[in-house]
């Protein structure tokens, strides 16, 4: 089921940019913290929210609204509504841009290495969910 729902985002992701309003829904665990992408893609912009769940716990879940714009096939710009962005960009970005990659959402970002004790540039990949 979960091989069917990946190849159909695959093949359905490019054109839900070009046409209607579709929502979606993408998941990543992480060490700590539980975050879930919710996404609605009307046209040419996105709008959502963008959850952590400390310690993988729902009654302390964080939201944060975001909306985007798509600036190529597979790109987009966030912003979110309250002006601080809930996780660290990469070094050297100034703006937050995600990514689609196949079926998933790629998110930039930096944080700790734990197998060099060095904060460093990685991407954080989201799972999309039915």
Do not use: C
């Not at 609605?40 to 714009?69: M, P, Q, R, W």
């Amino acid at each position: 089921m979960k091989r069917i729902f990946a190849i159909l985002l695959a093949l359905v992701a490019p054109t839900v940019w070009a046409q209607g309003t579709s929502s979606m829904k993408f998941e990543n665990g992480g060490l700590k913290d539980r975050t879930v992408v919710e996404l609605v893609i009307n046209n040419n912009t996105l709008s959502g929210t963008y959850t952590i769940e400390k310690d993988y716990d729902a009654t302390t879940a964080e939201k944060h609204l975001f909306t985007a714009v798509k600036t190529a096939p597979d790109k987009m710009e966030i912003s979110f509504k309250d002006g601080k962005i809930p996780y660290e960009l990469p070094k050297g970005a100034t703006k937050a841009v995600w990514l689609f990659k196949g079926t998933q959402l790629i998110i930039p970002t930096q944080g700790m290495n734990y197998q060099t004790n060095q904060i460093s540039n990685y991407d954080m990949a989201f799972d999309a969910k039915p």
